[in-house]
Nanobody
Framework: QVQLVESGGGVVQAGGSLRVSCAASGRIFNTYINSYVMGWFRQAPGKEREFVAARSWDADSTYYSDSVKGRFTMSRDNAKNTMYLQMNSLKPEDTAVYYC?????????????????WGQGTQVTVSS
């Protein structure tokens, strides 16, 4: 199994920065860690869950949605089995619950259905 736990959400003013974390664990995950793809999605009230960013655990190439490209950066800490999403120049429209997701696939997916494991989500609120 794979367990994902997000943390680091909060309230920030527009133009500010916030970093959310995703701690991954589980026997299967630890065994095949380099074969996992990690993604970040977000869901605002009344809207569909949308793709934000994704990368393979063992590669540096990262995909970003057009709405966050240049402002958000995804990174990892191998020692902690943790993925991060650094969010800069935040806008009120970035307000959403942010979810971490994982999938053991050979490609990087950008849709919700391509991920098998999800965290509980962490709220990010950007005030204007």
């Amino acid at each position: 199994q794979v367990q994902l736990v997000e943390s680091g959400g909060g309230v920030v003013q527009a133009g500010g920065s916030l970093r959310v974390s995703c701690a991954a664990s589980g026997r299967i995950f630890n065994t095949y860690i380099n074969s996992y793809v990690m993604g970040w999605f977000r869901q605002a009230p009344g809207k569909e869950r949308e793709f934000v960013a994704a990368r393979s655990w063992d590669a540096d190439s990262t995909y970003y949605s057009d709405s966050v490209k240049g402002r958000f950066t995804m990174s990892r800490d191998n020692a902690k089995n943790t993925m991060y999403l650094q969010m800069n120049s935040l806008k009120p429209e970035d307000t959403a619950v942010y979810y971490c997701a994982a999938a053991r696939r050979g490609y990087i997916g950008t849709t919700r259905g391509e991920y098998d494991y999800w965290g509980q989500g962490t709220q990010v609120t950007v005030s204007s």
